[in-house]
């Protein structure tokens, strides 16, 4: 059972720790402290929830579905370049810093919805946590229970450390250019995983 548990949780944060846009928008929440806790909880239980669904063998049934994976593939894209195109302008206008007179902040609500549709538009996490976490689980007959925990606790840890861990950085995201820097890193992530879904 541990081994099934130790294994889950290090193919789940080998899965998660690769830059995407969730994680971006994640690490940018965090830099800002705005809504962090709702957030990683959010991005989380979203993860919890498709593993369970993927070692439940939900897996099988998603790849009868031909019309989900091409309407996800293109709402995905479609979301990644809006946001993309959102984060080219605050880079080129230099728009964020976390100065003491900052007085831009997300809502609750819109920081929730923009955090929900980074995870459940990305076909990637599905691939990532519905099949490959499901079938993977397979192999460890009678503990696939286990090794789902392990990989529901491996997102857990991650988001929980990016979203509050962000604030180490945040002395040196008190300047403008550091967030302009960011913010067109993002864009750019956000164009190539939009491009690669469209391919």
């Known amino acids: 059972m541990l081994v ?6 290090l193919l789940g944060l080998s899965l998660i720790v690769a830059i995407g846009a969730q994680n971006a928008f994640i690490l940018r929440q965090g830099l800002r402290r705005e809504h962090v806790l709702p957030l990683v909880l959010t991005c989380a239980i979203s993860d919890a929830i498709l593993i369970a ?8 049934v998603l790849s ?6 091409p309407v996800m593939r293109f709402g995905g894209a479609a979301f990644l370049i809006v946001y993309a195109l959102r984060s080219l302008y605050s880079a080129w206008t230099g728009g964020n810093s976390l100065g003491a007179g900052e007085t831009t902040a997300t809502s609750l609500h819109a920081a929730l919805l923009t955090c929900i549709a980074f995870t459940w538009l990305n076909p990637h996490v599905y691939l990532d946590t519905v ?4 079938s993977i689980s397979t192999r460890y007959a009678d503990h696939e229970t286990a090794f789902a925990l392990g990989a529901m606790t491996a997102s857990f ?7 509050y861990g ?34």
């Open 4 to 9: 099934a548990a130790t294994a889950g949780f």
């Open 53 to 60: 669904l993927g070692v439940a063998g939900f897996a099988t």
């Open 64 to 69: 009868r579905l031909d019309w989900l994976e």
């Open 131 to 134: 099949v490959l976490l499901g």
């Open 157 to 163: 840890v991650f988001f929980f450390s990016l979203g």
């Open 166 to 199: 962000a604030r180490l950085l945040a002395p040196l995201f008190a300047r403008p250019v550091a967030w302009r820097i960011l913010d067109g890193i993002i864009a750019l992530v956000m164009a190539s995983i939009a491009i690669n879904l469209l391919k």
